[in-house]
T-cell receptor, first 113, second 118 residues
Framework: DAGVTQSPTHLIKTRGQHVTLRCSPISGHKSVSWYQQVLGQGPQFIFQYYEKEERGRGNFPDRFSARQFPNYSSELNVNALLLGDSALYLC????????????FGPGTRLTVT | AQKVTQAQTEISVVEKEDVTLDCVYETRDTTYYLFWYKQPPSGELVFLIRRNSFDEQNEISGRYSWNFQKSTSSFNFTITASQVVDSAVYFCALSNWDGSGNTGKLIFGQGTTLQVKP
């Protein structure tokens, strides 16, 4: 079975631009979570969606938004990019809202110049 | 507040040595889950183990073993007879309880970089 997939793999954007990152969960998984991992640190929770509803939000500004589609895939949008948004963005899927192990995708490496 | 601390930033061992990665957590919840993930240079986080707060049994999986002690709020990870392929960053994580159920939010430690030399 295919694992979690994310696109694109790498992305270079300029300050002030907008970016959309995409994630497809493991087949049958209804929960998708997004994390930001800055170099040298552990991943930080951004959002969780379960059954197409937002179920959790981390300490990130309103420039960050996300949604989940009927097929359970998800998009993470970031507006007005800042240099500090440069990071690896990880998507994880899980079969339930909470408690279960989360399986991560390969990530999208975003560089803001 | 929930927090995970991995005090060891980097560990370097020679192949076949045993190595223990420390993890200390803080939570006020009585129900929670603990996890270990491996992040090789490719960047993808690989799930290793999940343990709930009511199960303090130690677990062994091949060369990997985990020691969960609620009394010291620790969930340590030991690799026996380390191999070069074990070189990676290892993260300990905590999933909390929001009153109505476990949330999907994972709180990660800073990670421990393990280098296994041949």
């Amino acid at each position: 079975d295919a694992g979690v997939t994310q696109s694109p793999t790498h992305l270079i954007k300029t300050r002030g631009q907008h970016v959309t990152l995409r994630c497809s969960p493991i087949s049958g998984h209804k929960s998708v979570s997004w994390y930001q991992q800055v170099l040298g640190q552990g991943p930080q929770f951004i959002f969780q969606y379960y059954e197409k509803e937002e179920r959790g939000r981390g300490n990130f500004p309103d420039r960050f938004s996300a949604r989940q589609f009927p097929n359970y895939s998800s998009e993470l949008n970031v507006n007005a990019l800042l240099l500090g948004d440069s990071a690896l963005y990880l998507c994880a899927s899980s079969s339930r809202q909470g408690g279960n192990e989360q399986y991560f995708g390969p990530g999208t490496r975003l560089t803001v110049t | 507040a929930q927090k995970v601390t991995q005090a060891q930033t980097e560990i370097s061992v020679v192949e076949k040595e045993d190595v223990t990665l420390d993890c200390v957590y803080e939570t006020r919840d009585t129900t929670y889950y603990l996890f270990w993930y491996k992040q090789p240079p490719s960047g993808e986080l690989v799930f290793l183990i999940r343990r709930n707060s009511f199960d303090e049994q130690n677990e062994i999986s091949g060369r990997y073993s985990w020691n969960f002690q609620k009394s010291t709020s620790s969930f340590n990870f030991t690799i026996t007879a380390s191999q070069v392929v074990d070189s990676a960053v290892y993260f300990c994580a905590l999933s909390n309880w929001d009153g109505s159920g476990n949330t999907g939010k994972l709180i990660f430690g800073q990670g421990t970089t393990l280098q296994v030399k041949p």
